[in-house]
Every structure is written in C-alpha cells, then in structure tokens.
C-alpha cells in the first residue's frame, strides 16, 4: 500500500513539473518596446502669437516634448531615451530649430542616439478660439490677444498638434498622430485661472506642472498632449 502511495506521488510530481516546463516553453516571449527619442516641436507656425501671450518668446515646442515624454513614459508603451542624452548628440551635432520637424534631419540623428524611431512633431495652434484671422488668429491662433495674452472678450484655449514616427533607416514616416485639445473654461486671459502660476522662471519651461495647466492656455495644452500620447500607443499596437 505505502509502495503504490509513494508511486502515485512519484507520478503527479513528474507530471506537475512537466507541464510546468511544458508552459514556460510555450509561454510568449515578452515583446520589446519601440526605444524612441521625441524631437521639441517646431513652433515656428505660432511663434508670434506665443511671444505675445506670454510677454517672452517661450520654447513651447520643447515644454510639449517633455510632457510628451512624461505621459508616453508612464502610459508605457514606448522606451523613451533621457533628454540629457539626446541634447548632447544635437549640441555636437548642431542641429537646428528648423531641423525640428524634418524627417530625414531627425533619422541622422536616431542612428547615432542608438533609437528605434524618432517621433517629430509641429504645433500648428496655440491661442484662441477667436475666428478673426486678421490679426494672427487661425494657425498662429493669437487671435487679438494683447501682451500677456489679454483680450476685451471671453474666449477658450485651443491647442493643436500633429506628429510624426520615423523609421531611422529610411527616414520613412511609419504613422502620425494628432492632438487637440480645448480650455473647458472661457476667460480674458489664456494665463489666467492658474491661481499660484506668474510665469516661467530661468529654470526653463515646464508645462507639466500643476499651476501651469490650471490656466486657460494649460488646461489646453494637457489635453492636446494626452490625446496625442493616447494615439500614439494605438499606433504602436
């Protein structure tokens, strides 16, 4: 009796660890993320309009960058290379503000940061939602804004923005996407609603703050950027 219990426990072992091994097997193999590197975005279409909203000519291009790099980062589905590594191969480089959007500039540069893909990107709005285009409203999207991006009327925050992923072998466009995003609220001034936010300091841009996106213009950006990194991993899979 104790011989045949000791057979049978014999058995189910041999066979649990079979089918252990029979699963780790046959079980997929991870998939690898796309290691990417995101360009700052060429803003040259809404420059003037951006200089008066904010008093200064600000970097929008690359404060959407790094938002990009934040949401894409903790969505996951793309390996994103430091900014402080790709900064340098640019500065050695010399790469240019109006290398930005261009697709074979930016894979001469994926090959030597060691990426999959570059993403670039334009932002073709950011102002308003006014339809006067006599004053740089429509693409640039100034739209009668005064320094510091103060109007007589109430309007909303419009932000858009289309990007592109490039194959760094070929320079070959794999697939785009676009972002636009919407104030919720109406207001004299796109900076306004922020509470706690005066501006940017000498540390640089950073539109992922918390009292930046609270102003008409920022709850605009957040959202453009958002849909933009949602379409971006829909791609991706």
Known sequence: ?????????????????WVSAAMAQTAPAPVRKKRVAIFDFDYATVHGGVAAIFGQDVDVGKGISDLLVKYLVKDGSYSVIERKAMDKILAEQNFSNSDRANPNSAAKIGKLLGVDAIIVGSITQFGNDTKNTGIGGGGGGFGGFGLGGF????SKAIVALDARIVDIDTGEILSVAEGKGESSRE??????GGGNWHGFGAGGVDF?????????????VKTAVEKMSTESHCRQR
């Open 1 to 17: 009796m104790k011989k045949a219990l000791f057979a049978a426990a014999v058995l189910a072992l041999l066979t649990t660890t």
């Open 151 to 154: 109007k007589h009327s109430k």
């Open 187 to 192: 207001s004299t001034s796109l900076t306004g």
């Open 208 to 220: 992922g703050s918390s009292d930046f996106q609270n102003t008409i213009i920022g709850e605009a």
